[in-house]
C-alpha cells in the first residue's frame, strides 16, 4: 500500500478533472447530439446516485423516497424558470397561481431554490421519521414519495395536474450536469471524510455502540438525509430542464425512478461515491448501447426481425450476473483514489 | 472465428445502409402501453408493404422502442435524428411522451406525425409536430354533442381518472360544452389501476345521473360499465376513443352492450375511402382479423407522410414538414385527412355502439 502525500494528491485530483473536462469539451465538440445527451444523462443520474448512496450507503437508512425530492426539485425549478407566456398557455384547466405566475429566474437560481425546497421537504419528513428504523423508515419514505406525486396530480393549479409542465426551457447541458456532478462529489467526498463521515459509519456499523461512544445518531442522520435531499433537488431540476417536460406518472417522477436510482447504487456498490458514478454510468450507456439487439439483423438476403423488449432482458440479465459475481456491486465499498490506484499499478509491477 | 465475425458484419452493414428514404417509427413497443404501440405498428408494417416507394426511392421504416417512458421517449428521438438520419418520424403514441420527443424534433427541425396523441399540448407552439387524429377539444365537444343533443341526456355523471392527461383534458372539453349548452354534470374520480368503483357509482346513483361519461381507458370503462349494472344503473354509459379495442367488449362482456364511445374511425362507416377497403381487406388477409382503430391510424400515419414526401418532390426534412401541413382532403383508411396550419388533423368523429358484443357504427359528428 502506497501512500502519497496530500499536495500531491490534491495536484492529480486537478488534472484529473482537467483531463474531464477536456474530454467532455471534445465529446461536444465532436459527436452528435444524441452522444452528447446520453453523456448529460449520465450527470445528472450520477446526481441522484451520489447523493442517494450518501443517505442508503454511509449512513445506512433505506430511503426509498428519493423520487419525491426530485419531484420537488424538478417542479419548483421548472415553474421558476418557464416565461410566464408558456405558463398562461399550458395551464389549460386552470390558471397558475401566484408567485409562479409573475416569476421568471434564471436557471441558476431556480436550480438552486429547487434543492433549498427539496431540502425543506427532507427536514419534514426525515424529523419525524428518522426515529424509525430500518424497513419502517424505508415504508415511511415510500409513502412520502407516493404523497408527493399524488399532489402533483392533484394540485392542478401549482402542477397543471396529470397534464404536465411542457415547454420548460433546455437548459441543461453537458456542463450544468457535469459541473454540479462535480459540485456534488466535493461537497458529499469532503462531508464523508470529514469527523461527521467517520461519525456516520460508525452509526451504519453499529448504531447502538456508536451511541454508547456519544455520537447523537439521530442528528448526524438527519443532516445527512437533507443534504441526501437537497442534492436530489438539484438533480431533479438537471432532469426536468433535460426533459423539457414532466408529469407525475410512476415511470416520470415516481416510484420506478427511485428503483432505478437504488439499481445504479447497488450496481456501482453500496456506499462508494466512485461506484455510484460508474453505475449511473452503466445504466444511462446500457439501455442506450443495447437497442443493437433489437435492430433487424440482416445477412445477405435473410432477415431476422429485431425483438423489442430484447435489450431489457439483456439488461436485466447482465446486472443479474454483476449482483452474483460481486455480490456488493462493481467496487463494493472500496472508492478510486489515487492510493488505490497506485498500490493497484504497484501490485502488478511487482509480479 | 473473429475474422468470419468481421467480414459478416461488414457484409450486414452494407447490405443494412441501402436504402434511401429512412423513417422512425417511436414506439412504445413494451412497457404499459405496449398495447398500443403494438397495434399503430402493425398499421406502419402493413403500409410500408403495400406502399414500400416514393419518388422512385425505397422507404425504410426504422422500428425504435421506448418501453413507454419519456426519457426514453427523448433518447429514441435524438438517435433516429442524429444516428439514423431519418427524414421524418412516426410517433409518438402517448401525448406525454410525444410531447417530449417532439421538442427534439422541433428543436432539430424534423417532422414528426403523431398517430394517436390528442392532448391539445402537442401540437401548440409547434411547427414540425403534426397529427394524423383529431385533438381532446373536438372529441370533447363530439361527446358532449351525443349526450346531450343527440341522445337528450342530463346531469351526466363524468368519471374522471386523475392520472391519466388524456382524461382529465377530454373531461375538460366535454364540461365545457354541457356548460355552454346549459346542461348539468357532476365529477366523479378515479385513477388508473383502480379495481372498485363501487363508491363512485353509488354516490353517481344517487345524485340521480342521467349517464356517465367516462373519458378514461378501456380497462377501467368495462370494470365500471359492469359494476354499475349490477348496481342497478340502467341508464346510457359513454365513453371516448379509449374503448375503441376488443378488449372493452373482452373484459366488460354483457355490460358494455348500448355502450356508445366517440372514436376515430370504424370499418362500417359510409363513404369510406379506396385506401380504407385496400387496408381493411389487406390487413384481414395478413392478421385474420378485423383491423382495430389504432391500427388504421398507424397506417394513416405512414401514407400522410408518404404522400406529404411525395408533393415535396424531396427528402428534406424542412420541405416534408411544410408539405405534411398542406395535406388536405387525403385519402387515408380512417377518412379524409386535412391537416391545419396548427398540425391538427381536421377530421369527423365517428359514433359507435356496442351490440351483443360486437362494435357498430351509429352516426358521425363533422367538425
Not at chain 1, 327 to 337: Q, V
Not at chain 2, 194 to 215: C, E, L, M, W, Y
Request: glycine share 8%; with cysteine; aromatic share 12%.
Amino acid at each position: 500500500m502506497i501512500k502519497l502525500n496530500k499536495k500531491t494528491q490534491f495536484f492529480l485530483t486537478i488534472i484529473f478533472i482537467a483531463v474531464i473536462i477536456l474530454l467532455l469539451f471534445t465529446a461536444k465538440e465532436n459527436l452528435n447530439s444524441y452522444i452528447v445527451r446520453i453523456i448529460t444523462l449520465i450527470g445528472i443520474y450520477g446526481i441522484m446516485s451520489v447523493s442517494l448512496n450518501l443517505i442508503n450507503g454511509v449512513s445506512g437508512v433505506l430511503s426509498l423516497g428519493h423520487a419525491g425530492f426530485i419531484a420537488v426539485g424538478a417542479y419548483i425549478s421548472s415553474l421558476l424558470t418557464m416565461s410566464i407566456y408558456q405558463k398562461e398557455a399550458i395551464f389549460i384547466i386552470q390558471k397558475v397561481i401566484w408567485p409562479f405566475n409573475s416569476i421568471e429566474m434564471p436557471f441558476l437560481f431556480a436550480t438552486i431554490i429547487g434543492g433549498i425546497v427539496a431540502a425543506i421537504f427532507a427536514f419534514l419528513v426525515g424529523w419525524p421519521s428518522l426515529r424509525l428504523s430500518g424497513d419502517y423508515f424505508a415504508i415511511t419514505t415510500l409513502g412520502f414519495a407516493e404523497i408527493i406525486r399524488i399532489l402533483a396530480l392533484n394540485l392542478t393549479s401549482v402542477t397543471n395536474g396529470a397534464l404536465g409542465l411542457k415547454s420548460i426551457p433546455s437548459y441543461t447541458n453537458i456542463w450544468w450536469a457535469w459541473g454540479w456532478l462535480l459540485v456534488t462529489v466535493i461537497v458529499i467526498a469532503s462531508y464523508v471524510n470529514g469527523t461527521f463521515g467517520r461519525a456516520l459509519r460508525a452509526i451504519r456499523e453499529d448504531k447502538i455502540a456508536a451511541a454508547s461512544m456519544g455520537i447523537n445518531v439521530y442528528k448526524h442522520q438527519l443532516i445527512t438525509f437533507v443534504l441526501g435531499g437537497f442534492f436530489a433537488g438539484i438533480s431533479g431540476s438537471l432532469y426536468a430542464h433535460w426533459l423539457t417536460t414532466i408529469d407525475p406518472r410512476t415511470n416520470t417522477i415516481g416510484i420506478m425512478l427511485t428503483f432505478n436510482i437504488l439499481i445504479m447504487v447497488l450496481i456501482g456498490g453500496l456506499g462508494s461515491i466512485s461506484g455510484a458514478i460508474i453505475g449511473a454510468g452503466l445504466f444511462a450507456i446500457l439501455s442506450e448501447v443495447l437497442r443493437f439487439f433489437e435492430e433487424p439483423i440482416k445477412i445477405f438476403n435473410f432477415e431476422i426481425a429485431g425483438i423489442s423488449g430484447m435489450r431489457m432482458l439483456i439488461f436485466s440479465a447482465l446486472f443479474v450476473l454483476i449482483m452474483i459475481l460481486r455480490p456488493k456491486g462493481i467496487l463494493g465499498r472500496k472508492e478510486i483514489t489515487w492510493n488505490n490506484v497506485f498500490s493497484l499499478f504497484h501490485r502488478k509491477g511487482d509480479k | 472465428m473473429k475474422k468470419i465475425l468481421i467480414v459478416l458484419l461488414i457484409c450486414v452493414v452494407s447490405i443494412s445502409s441501402f436504402a434511401t428514404i429512412k423513417l422512425a417509427a417511436l414506439m412504445p413497443m413494451t412497457g404499459s402501453v405496449a398495447a398500443f404501440g403494438r397495434m399503430i405498428y402493425n398499421g406502419i408494417e402493413l403500409a410500408n408493404e403495400l406502399f414500400p416507394t416514393v419518388n422512385g426511392e425505397e422507404i425504410e421504416v426504422v422500428l425504435l422502442d421506448n418501453k413507454s417512458d419519456k426519457v426514453e421517449a427523448v433518447n429514441t428521438a435524438r438517435r433516429a435524428i442524429e444516428v439514423e438520419n431519418v427524414v421524418a418520424i412516426l410517433g409518438e403514441v402517448i401525448s406525454g411522451n410525444t410531447i417530449a420527443g417532439g421538442a427534439v424534433a422541433e428543436e432539430s427541425k424534423v417532422p414528426m406525425v403523431s398517430p394517436s396523441s390528442t392532448t391539445p399540448l402537442v401540437t401548440q407552439d409547434k411547427e414540425y409536430v403534426s397529427r394524423v387524429c383529431f385533438s381532446d377539444p373536438f372529441q370533447g365537444l363530439a361527446a358532449a354533442i351525443l349526450a346531450y343533443e343527440i341522445m337528450g341526456l342530463d346531469n351526466t355523471a363524468i368519471f374522471i381518472d386523475v392520472e391519466q392527461d388524456y382524461a382529465v383534458g377530454f373531461a375538460n372539453y366535454f364540461k365545457q360544452k354541457a356548460e355552454d349548452l346549459g346542461k348539468n354534470y357532476f365529477y366523479e374520480y378515479y385513477k388508473s389501476g383502480d379495481q372498485d368503483f363501487t363508491a363512485q357509482i353509488s354516490d353517481a346513483i344517487a345524485k340521480n345521473a342521467g349517464a356517465f361519461f367516462i373519458p378514461g381507458y378501456y380497462q377501467e370503462i368495462a370494470l365500471i360499465a359492469s359494476q354499475a349494472r349490477q348496481l342497478g344503473f340502467y341508464e346510457p354509459i359513454l365513453a371516448g376513443d379509449g374503448a375503441a379495442v376488443p378488449e372493452t367488449i373482452e373484459i366488460g362482456g354483457d355490460a358494455v352492450n348500448n355502450l356508445y364511445f366517440t372514436t376515430h374511425y370504424d370499418p362500417g362507416a359510409p363513404n369510406t375511402t379506396e385506401n380504407a377497403k385496400l387496408f381493411v381487406e389487406k390487413y384481414t388477409e395478413k392478421f385474420g382479423e378485423a383491423p382495430g382503430t389504432f391500427t388504421a391510424l398507424g397506417f394513416d400515419t405512414y401514407m400522410v407522410v408518404r404522400d406529404a414526401i411525395e408533393r415535396a418532390g424531396s427528402s428534406d426534412p424542412e420541405m416534408i414538414a411544410k408539405a405534411i401541413r398542406e395535406t388536405v382532403e387525403f385519402p387515408g383508411a380512417t377518412g379524409f385527412i386535412t391537416i391545419d396550419e396548427n398540425g391538427d388533423a381536421i377530421k369527423s368523429v365517428a359514433i359507435v355502439k356496442i351490440e351483443d358484443g360486437e362494435f357498430v357504427y351509429s352516426t358521425t359528428v363533422n367538425p
